[in-house]
């Protein structure tokens, strides 16, 4: 088994900052409550994924972080062109250009798997987004193991686990002193070359805690419960807030719209902008004219969950949940994705 | 970036426009680029496009016609002046430059219908994405039979294409009928819904197809007309439209249940949606 000491690792993660993007999860806001602490949550500070200029900006103490990987692959806006009218009063279009080569280290493997869902819509029905596939193909994933699943996860339930190296290219797993390294993927042992990686035999791995497991409806029940009161009933909660979406790893809905800026320069750029969506939000299916075929609550919070494990799965063979439960602990309402799962995996098939 | 970005819009001309109803208008755009010209001009009747105001943003649209041989890959489209989009559309001088993107969705099956009597059932704007498929048959007149066209609107002011109702009606083995839903003032045609008048001509469903285009609830009822007067969910054809905001099948947002409207459709036969877990009404 491959095993890197803490310090190399903090040292190939500096040089490794300096020749290319690093992204990585790292503490966000004021140390307030425990300045000095190790600890993010306990300073009131949030993890996201965010581009770090070392190790030493790089939290390691961190559960799930507040937004999924998503963000660095589809970001929450993102300029497909710009517009310039030229002197002849002739249009030219700028795509926005080629980003450069990264290293995402510390996701979860949970954030990983989302990829999945992502590449299945993006990149695997043709035309290819040749946004979103410029970014996958210049990133290197390096996983980092949960050492134990945190209140909310339910990845063991939709086919995944805290340790899992099936979405990355290299996965970390804490062990005393250090990591254990598997390289996974080509594009992970090109990256691992420069790693200084050990050989140690008999090393042994730690077992992540789980949660408890549970069954997931059936396609037959999915199919039986749609017309069901019970979405009614769930619906009557939601407030169409939409932080289910914007939190959540596989959500890809987006809008498109043009927008005009000036610059403290004072030059006008108009662009075509792609911004996140959400199926929850009242507006969403508004057509010009005024119709909207989900104008209730109950039928776009049904949409999302049928979206997830019905919907997912059958246009794009992929799994449209991955348990990071960041909806769950988001939900101002309480609106629980695996009660719901619960609920219908309780029902008799019709 | 070597590859087709399929969100990038190709820049066109408006070369033409002109009133078609209240608040609905025709515009003729040609692609500046001969080689994406030649490339874009292969659409099909009931294939989509989205058209862009460079700066305002993009919307879908229906074409309205066929490639034409003669003039030249003319695009055109009808638009209702309702939202941001189609608003600075109206607004656009002759000569503008706008954003094409397409063609995409799919199309009405018109190979597969040769030698059938088809029945065109169109209902205000919901005429435009219908033209194509007259132009086609009327461009093709002996690889089908008898054709039917019956065109409604709430009121004479809204129909579209007025001034082809002529050479229409004159087609070889082709007849028209024309309604609104209440009576006006200066109109001696036929009032009243469009399911009325069918049921009027009541044309046979033997070796017949009937293509629908119109608001939700027309189709609905059009659908249950045409059932009643023998037709098959088999035999009815009609295109859907969704607020989009790709045509490609990636933004997420014209689905209905796990179907997509914009690659899944927009065109759909009616025992397809009758089979969805979601209304399109």
């Not at chain 2, 638009?79 to 969705?105: D, E, M, Q, S, Y």
């Not at chain 2, 048959?137 to 129909?159: E, F, K, M, N, V």
């Not at chain 2, 579209?160 to 009576?183: C, G, K, L, N, Q």
Request: net charge negative; hydrophobic share 40%.
């Amino acid at each position: 088994m491959k095993f890197i000491e803490i310090r190399a690792l903090h040292e190939w993660l500096d040089r490794l900052a300096q020749e290319m993007t690093l992204i990585a999860p790292t503490a966000v806001g004021p140390q307030e409550k425990a300045p000095g602490s190790r600890n993010p949550a306990a300073q009131g500070q949030q993890v996201f994924y965010r581009q770090v200029e070392g190790a030493a900006q790089i939290a390691w103490d961190f559960t799930r972080t507040a937004l999924s990987a998503r963000e660095h692959f589809m970001p929450k806006t993102e300029t497909l062109f710009t517009i310039e009218t030229g002197p002849d009063g002739k249009a030219v279009l700028h795509e926005t250009k080629l980003e450069q080569p990264r290293v995402f280290f510390g996701i979860r493997p949970c954030d990983a798997r989302g990829l999945r869902v992502l590449d299945a819509v993006m990149l695997g029905q043709e035309p290819a987004d040749v946004y979103y596939a410029q970014r996958r193909e210049n990133t290197t994933l390096v996983g980092l193991a949960c050492p134990q699943m945190w209140e909310d996860c339910f990845c063991n339930s939709v086919g995944g686990a805290p340790d899992a190296a099936d979405d990355v290219d290299i996965l970390l797993i804490q062990v005393e002193g250090g990591f254990a390294v598997q390289v996974v993927t080509e594009k992970g042992e090109r990256l691992a070359t420069g790693m200084g990686l050990q050989e140690v035999e008999g090393l042994e791995l730690p077992q992540p805690k789980l949660n408890e497991q549970f069954a997931l409806p059936t396609q037959q029940q999915w199919l039986a419960s749609f017309n069901d009161v019970y979405w009614q009933r769930v619906g009557d909660r939601c407030l169409s807030c939409r932080i289910c979406s914007y939190v959540c790893p596989t959500c890809r809905c987006f809008d498109v719209r043009d927008e005009t800026v000036v610059t403290p320069q004072g030059e006008r750029i108009v662009r075509r902008v792609r911004a996140w969506d959400s199926c929850q939000g009242v507006n969403y299916r508004v057509q010009a004219g005024g119709a909207n075929p989900r104008a209730n609550l109950e039928q776009r919070l049904r949409n999302r969950f049928y979206c997830k494990y019905y919907y997912v799965p059958i246009d794009y063979a992929a799994d449209g949940c991955v348990g990071c439960g960041r909806c769950v602990t988001a939900c101002p309402v309480n609106i629980d994705i695996r009660e719901v799962l619960q609920d219908l995996a309780r029902r008799e098939p019709a | 970036m070597s590859e087709v970005n399929p969100m990038r819009p190709y820049l066109g001309t408006l070369v033409g426009t002109k009133p078609l109803a209240t608040g609905i208008r025709l515009f003729q755009v040609e692609l500046n680029d001969p080689e994406e010209r030649e490339k874009f001009s292969v659409w099909r009747p009931g294939q989509f496009l989205f058209f862009s105001v460079l700066g305002v943003g993009e919307a879908p649209f229906g074409f309205a016609n066929i490639p034409d041989p003669q003039r030249g890959p003319v695009i055109e489209v009808a638009i209702n002046k309702v939202g941001h989009v189609t608003r600075a559309i109206h607004a656009l001088p002759l000569g503008a430059t706008v954003g094409i993107r397409g063609p995409l969705g799919n199309y009405f099956p018109l190979e597969e219908l040769k030698g059938q009597n088809i029945v065109v059932l169109g209902g205000g704007i919901g005429g435009a994405p219908l033209r194509p498929v007259i132009q086609y048959i009327l461009r093709h007149r002996d690889d089908y039979g008898h054709l039917t066209i019956i065109w409604a609107a709430r009121s004479p002011d809204l129909l579209v294409f007025t001034d082809e109702y002529d050479e229409w009606r004159s087609a070889p083995d082709t007849e028209m009928h024309v309604t609104i839903d209440r009576p006006a003032e200066g109109w001696t045609g036929n009032v009243g819904l469009i399911t009325e008048i069918l049921e009027k001509v009541a044309p046979s469903p033997e070796n017949a197809t009937a293509i629908t285009c119109g608001p939700p609830i027309m189709i609905y009822f059009v659908g249950k007309t045409l059932g009643k007067l023998g037709f098959s969910e088999d035999q009815m054809l009609t295109t859907l439209e969704a607020r989009m905001h790709c045509g490609i099948g990636k933004c997420g947002r014209c689905n209905l249940g796990e179907k997509l409207v914009c690659k899944d459709g927009p065109v759909f036969w009616q025992s397809e949606i009758s089979t969805f877990l979601e209304s399109f009404l």
